[in-house]
T-cell receptor, first 114, second 111 residues
Framework: EAQVTQNPRYLITVTGKKLTVTCSQN?????MSWYRQDPGLGLRQIYY???????DKGDVPEGYKVSRKEKRNFPLILESPSPNQTSLYFC?????????????FGPGTRLTVL | QKEVEQNSGPLSVPEGAIASLNCTYS??????FFWYRQYSGKSPELIMS????GDKEDGRFTAQLNKASQYVSLLIRDSQPSDSATYLC???????????FGSGTRLSIRP
């Protein structure tokens, strides 16, 4: 089954404790992206990757890191989480190259930072 | 001004009628346009993409793009209760793959 998986689905943590949210896709997509979704603000892009070893900032990259060592995986790293990073996070993958908006989304990770 | 604007709704439409959802964007260099549907508590799913001016039809859905007016819309014919969801407009800026989403329009189909 073609899918994007994210882990964990739910996470409660404390300020400053490093965490990683994993994302994996099995569709051989070149393009992958991370978003956060907040009430009233909609979906905002954090980082995206056009291919292995190629990453770029979205609109809200501060406080986040990503890496793309393999085509299928695109982990999101919060080195020192803060309460304002409490949000619903989505990973997505797609065809890229101008059709990057055609994306398949993972189920989401609800993060709470205390 | 937000880069991609949508009326937040809720938009209430009777079952069987046409639902019309609108989206405007500010970057004239935008090249690709998408509509996603998001049910409450679920992730967004792509329902339509459109790249050139005019209409594109897929089943009960029609996407309309007018680049001169910087306007993209989604029409849903014969609306069903299962169409009740939030609809997100997304725009791909130029050649880059940075994607901007609108904040979504909540659609409610009343029986």
């Amino acid at each position: 089954e073609a899918q994007v998986t994210q882990n964990p689905r739910y996470l409660i943590t404390v300020t400053g404790k490093k965490l990683t949210v994993t994302c994996s896709q099995n569709m051989n997509h070149e393009y992958m992206s991370w978003y956060r979704q907040d009430p009233g603000l909609g979906l905002r892009q954090i980082y995206y990757s056009m291919n292995v070893e190629v990453t770029d900032k979205g609109d809200v990259p501060e406080g986040y890191k990503v890496s793309r060592k393999e085509k299928r995986n695109f982990p999101l790293i919060l080195e020192s989480p803060s309460p304002n990073q409490t949000s619903l996070y989505f990973c997505a993958s797609g065809l890229g190259q101008g059709k990057g908006g055609s994306q398949f989304f993972g189920p989401g990770t609800r993060l709470t930072v205390l | 001004q937000k880069e991609v604007e949508q009326n937040s709704g809720p938009l209430s439409v009777p079952e069987g009628a046409i639902a019309s959802l609108n989206c405007t964007y500010s970057d004239r260099g935008s090249q690709s346009f998408f509509w996603y549907r998001q049910y409450s508590g679920k992730s967004p799913e792509l329902i339509m993409s459109i790249y050139s001016n005019g209409d594109k039809e897929d089943g009960r859905f029609t996407a309309q793009l007018n680049k001169a007016s910087q306007y993209v819309s989604l029409l849903i014919r014969d609306s069903q209760p299962s169409d009740s969801a939030t609809y997100l407009c997304a725009v791909n800026r130029g050649r880059a793959s940075k994607i901007i989403f609108g904040s979504g329009t909540r659609l409610s189909i009343r029986p």
